[in-house]
């Protein structure tokens, strides 16, 4: 697993320079890697591990208890293939696991400013404002293109700063856009995307029969022990208790597996996304990404998988030139003249009695002080009225207790006062 290191210098002559971290090691997801940044995964990759164990270790009971035992009630060496097949299977299975979470399923870049927007005739209009200065340019929340001459609208992310190709979504598990994103899949600790989707349905329905082949077998083994001991076949089951528990054991996961391999069949036939089946409902209306039965089973599990559109093990590119004056940019990040679809909303104050803030609101430097002192003295007052709320009060504190009241927050009027008092002592 990655740990941040700590930063390097240089060996030049300017030992104040720093060698550029690699993308894996300035990564700003949520994701993990493995081995310099060659294998990255969820955050949730210790789920792996169970994952794992729950497949290899009822093959590992099935080898030694039944595969074994099976070497010798079959001749002609079919007992060896039996164990054979169990294992090489197995490894297929795990190297699939490995395909589908170790991978990138498809994380789209983010970017470094948020795009500019496109020129509309009614933004060039409105380009100036009454006083003669520049007005912001809003970016539009949603944009429409056109997929197979149907009209899709695309959203824009406001961590990635981009507008989301289509079937993109942002996982917020592991807080990237992922192209043509299906699900996150906790079992295997990864997004399912672009990517690594074809290895995930191949892994699903991989360990659906390997559940039915260990299922199976278990039975074989019963069957051999009734006939060769002429016994009843409830008898024979308690000559192996392991062939009962892995029945029972792989009973139970086919229908998971089983239900779960059936299920993105149709969604591959239909070429939908998980997300894009419990979201949209492509039953009640068209889906523009269907192209016939067999077509969409080309496009997933016989087309060109697309290169990765990061190099994790590449230094991070540093922007050329001097950093731009805070002046020169915009409120949401980007361009000065440039606004995050999200900015202008309002924003609920934490102190009471303030008016909400919004985001294109002018504030100056000194409003943020004047803010926290007054937060500050609001809570101390209340502080103060409350631990003396319950306590009697005599005249004299009485009368305290009402000038107490009246203070204003963090000695703001005391200042005030001081400063009073000393001009009156200088005019005496």
């Keep these: 697993m990655y740990v941040v290191p700590p930063p390097r210098s240089s060996d030049g002559a300017g030992g104040d320079e720093r060698v550029a971290p690699r993308v894996f090691e300035a990564w700003k997801g949520s994701n993990v890697f493995f081995l310099q940044g060659r294998f ?35 001749s002609h060496h079919l007992g060896v293939i039996i164990m054979i097949v169990a294992v090489v299977f197995t490894f297929y299975d795990m190297m ?7 991978r990138d399923p498809g994380i789209i870049p983010r970017n470094a400013h948020p795009p500019e927007p496109e020129p509309t005739e009614s933004s060039a209009n409105n380009e100036t404002g009454p006083s003669g200065t520049p007005q912001q340019l809003r970016l539009p929340r949603t944009k429409d293109v056109n997929v197979n001459g149907v009209t899709v609208k695309i959203k824009y992310c406001d961590t990635c700063m981009l507008y989301r190709p289509p079937r993109c979504s942002h996982c917020s598990i592991c807080n990237n856009c992922v192209e043509r994103f299906d699900h996150h899949c906790p079992w295997v600790g990864q997004c399912i995307g672009l990517r690594n989707y074809r290895f995930f349905y191949m892994f699903v329905f ?27 076949i409830w008898h024979a089951m ?14 139970v996961c086919v229908w998971f597996v089983g239900g779960l391999s059936v299920f993105h069949l149709y969604l591959i036939s239909t070429n939908q996304t998980t997300y894009e089946n419990f979201r949209y409902r492509y039953d009640r209306r068209a889906n523009p990404y269907n192209r016939g039965l067999i077509h969409n089973f080309m496009e997933t599990f016989f087309s060109p998988i697309p290169p990765s559109k990061n190099n994790f093990r590449a230094r991070v590119r540093r922007e050329p030139g ?45 409003d943020p002080v004047r803010d926290l002192d007054v937060g500050l003295g609001g809570l101390l007052d209340e502080k103060e009225s409350v631990s003396r709320e319950n306590m009697p009060l005599e005249g004299g504190e009485r009368e305290n207790r009402m000038m107490n009241s009246r203070r204003s927050s963090w000695g703001q009027r005391s200042a005030a006062s001081s400063e009073f008092v000393a001009d009156s002592a200088y005019e005496h």
């Design 322 to 366: 001097p950093q731009p004056n805070n002046s020169s940019r915009s409120p949401g990040g980007g361009p000065a003249g440039f606004m995050s679809p999200n900015m202008g909303k309002s924003i609920g104050d934490l102190e009471m009695g303030h008016k909400p803030v919004h985001w294109d609101e002018p504030r100056s430097a000194v």
């Design 96 to 102: 699939l696991l490995l395909l589908t979470s170790g």
């Design 206 to 232: 991989s360990t659906t029969l390997l559940c039915i082949f260990v299922f199976s077998f278990c039975w074989v083994y019963i069957v051999k022990i009734r006939n060769a001991e002429q016994i009843s």
């Design 40 to 74: 990255i995964f969820g955050p949730d990759v210790r789920s792996l591990f169970l994952t794992i164990f729950l497949i290899v270790g009822p093959v590992a009971v099935f080898c030694v208890f039944v595969a074994r035992n099976l070497m010798h009630r079959f």
């Design 238 to 251: 308690t000559k192996t208790p392991a062939s009962i528990v892995l029945i029972i054991y792989t009973f």
